[in-house]
């Protein structure tokens, strides 16, 4: 699923195209639209404007357009299948939870950038495009996590470490893998409350995810962490020798070893 490792990617990939202008702004999907039920047509507006810029929130990614007398933004979500192509061409060739196969059928928005045919290609339609979003519902981004972060979601919440990382109110960006291999670097029980972690957990597990984001945003995707290969039914953990149990924690399929997560 694209994270935000595979959002950044997506957006460094618009990076030659800053300074084009929109062509064509083709939504080919209605319900891609958000909020709900707004019409395709207000994305009009974009038509003839410049990209002047691209940003990147968690996993939200976000076009600056500039026309002659107005700014706004655009922002893309990939939902579990959502890829990025430009002429044809994604720096992800496949996401853990998507086909393998690639259906030029599957594209829900085409922007005709600079020459260019700009998509997003998403099989499950579980992404998104929005007007102007409000990143403010936003929480700090993953890259920047700290134990301040996490002990005021401590301080205010029962849910479990696994369910307040993927609240994306409270840290942006992580998703389903990310998570599981932070806590699993980390040695934290992926169901443990939040409130039972104190100050030196809290400082430890941030530092454990920007230094996961980090290393696995270099090797090239949120599918290249250690953990990954385990998995599977009857994989051993390679940190222990302990077997790796395969549970749901916050709705989400989770592999964690309980031999040495605590």
């Known amino acids: 699923m ?12 618009l990076d030659p ?4 202008s929109i062509e064509t702004f083709e939504i080919l999907h209605p319900n891609f639209v958000r909020p709900s039920g707004t019409p395709a047509q207000v994305f009009g507006v974009a038509i003839g404007g410049i990209l002047r810029s691209t940003d990147r929130i968690g996993k939200l990614l976000v076009l600056h ?16 299948t959502g890829r990025l ?3 044809g061409l994604s720096p992800i060739d496949k996401l853990e939870y998507a086909s393998g196969r690639d259906e030029p059928s599957w594209d829900r928005l085409r922007i005709g950038l600079g020459g260019s045919l700009v998509s997003l290609r998403d099989q499950r339609r579980l992404g998104s495009i929005e007007l102007d979003p409000d990143t403010s519902l936003l929480g700090p981004d993953a890259t920047v996590i700290s134990d301040s972060i996490l002990m005021a979601a401590a301080h205010a919440r029962t849910k479990s470490v696994k ?9 942006a960006g992580l998703g389903n893998l990310l998570v599981d291999e932070s806590l699993w670097r980390a040695g934290i029980d992926p169901r443990r409350s939040i409130a039972t972690l104190g100050p030196h957990a809290a400082e430890a597990l941030a530092i454990e995810i ?29 940190i222990c020798g302990g077997a790796m149990q395969n549970i749901s924690v916050a709705g989400r399929t989770t592999w964690w070893c309980p031999d040495h997560q605590r």
Not at 17 to 20: I, V
Not at 65 to 80: A, D, K, N, T, W
């Open 2 to 13: 694209p994270e935000l490792i595979e959002v950044e990617q997506y957006r460094r990939a």
């Open 163 to 171: 369910g307040v990382l993927l609240d994306q109110a409270i840290v």
């Open 85 to 87: 192509l430009v002429d």
């Open 17 to 20: 195209l800053l300074g084009s």
């Open 65 to 80: 357009i500039v026309q002659p007398r107005e700014e706004f933004e655009v922002g893309l979500r990939f939902g579990m």
């Open 210 to 238: 920007r230094s996961t984001v980090d290393e696995l945003g270099r090797r090239g995707g949120s599918h290249t962490g250690d953990s990954f290969p385990l998995r599977s039914a009857g994989s051993v953990c390679s």
